[in-house]
């Protein structure tokens, strides 16, 4: 619990942050005319650090080096990054196909994510199956 509201309640110092902008188009969905290009602006940086976090952990999750790194554990892991890389574009092009509207930016939010956590579940779950039909085998 604690973990929870300090993830959407914590670190109330990154609520107003002043960072550049490289591109500012306003609030969501609004219709101005220009963009600002370069401004300095005060942003909740919250959701950005917990993304960027996120990816890093899924990186070094998926590539780090595994106690016995042959070349069975190489292919499983570009087998999983293929099949992960499938299994991301047919449900983008589903998602596309069939979600509309502003559910449709969850759609690309999860999207960012995907390859990460899909490689991740089949390397680790393909690793977890072969452990244990090794440990049968003998």
Known sequence: MLVVEWLTGGLLFLQDVPIIAVVDTGMPLSFQAENDYFVRIQDDIRFEL???????????????????????ISKIRLESLVWATYLHFI????????????????????????????????????????????????
Do not use: P
């Open 91 to 138: 449900l983008l092009i589903l998602s596309i196909l069939s979600v509309y509207g502003i559910g449709f930016l969850n759609v690309l939010f999860i999207n960012v994510f995907s390859v990460l956590i899909l490689f991740n579940i089949r390397f680790y779950f393909i690793l977890l199956k072969t452990k244990h039909s090794r440990r049968d085998e003998k």
């Open 50 to 72: 917990y993304s960027v976090l996120a990816i890093i952990g899924g990186i070094f999750l998926a590539f780090s080096k595994q106690r016995i790194e042959d070349e069975y």
